[in-house]
């Protein structure tokens, strides 16, 4: 098992696009901690590639960024990379983080049963607002922040070297701040209509398998 992250970001659509960008802050942390950066970006993210890349590389930490299902994770295209009772034993001995809706809730208690130590996702859809004025500039986007800062704890605390449980407590509790944060200061309106979602992702991130699992 070599000390590694493997990502997947396509960048199909505006919302992958928005998680492509703000992943560069988890690989800037990956670079920090020396932990070798596997990036299969853009095109990259296909089936094929995902597919020959994990088997040859053997990553301890997977991080998952496109759309998804109960089954499913995506890649470019809306291709499926990893879905339940395919291919899920893809995922076994990493840790794995998927940053994509509802598939902590079928795929990630099958790829604990098929090995994968610790699945941190979301049991259902994750939300994120951002600003259509940033649209092209994704890591100004002030409302995408009170989002992806806390999505982003997860891993940039494993790369750390803390373990499964403690990454998982660190994230929710940021989006618990983000959420204090704009119930108690004048903040614009559209980030105020983002303290419902910011509450439903903090409730719908759960934290699969061995909870001490460290990379």
Not at 100 to 108: D, E, F, M, T
Request: glycine share 4%.
């Amino acid at each position: 098992m070599n000390k590694s992250l493997l990502l997947t970001r396509p960048n199909h659509d505006p919302l992958t696009n928005y998680l492509y960008y703000w992943c560069e802050k988890v690989i800037q942390q990956a670079r920090k901690s020396r932990v070798k950066v596997i990036d299969l970006d853009k095109k990259r993210a296909n089936r094929k590639e995902f597919e020959s890349v994990i088997r040859k590389t053997n990553p301890s930490l997977v991080s998952l960024n496109g759309h998804g299902d109960d089954q499913t994770v995506t890649g470019f295209n809306n291709e499926v990379l990893i879905k339940a009772r395919v291919n899920e034993q893809l995922l076994a001995e990493k840790i794995v983080y998927a940053l994509a809706c509802r598939s902590a809730k079928v795929l990630g208690p099958r790829s604990i049963k098929k090995g994968t130590k610790a699945y941190i996702g979301y049991d259902d859809d994750f939300v994120l607002m951002y600003n259509e004025n940033k649209i092209t500039r994704p890591l100004e986007d002030k409302t995408a922040k009170l989002f992806l800062e806390p999505s982003n704890m997860v891993l940039i605390s494993l790369l750390k070297g803390n373990d499964a449980k403690t990454s998982h407590l660190r994230s929710k509790n940021n989006f618990k701040k983000k959420y204090q944060s704009l119930m108690t200061t004048e903040s614009p309106q559209v980030d105020k209509e983002a303290l419902p979602w910011l509450w439903w992702d903090m409730n719908h991130q759960v934290c699969l398998g061995d909870q001490n699992a460290q990379i």
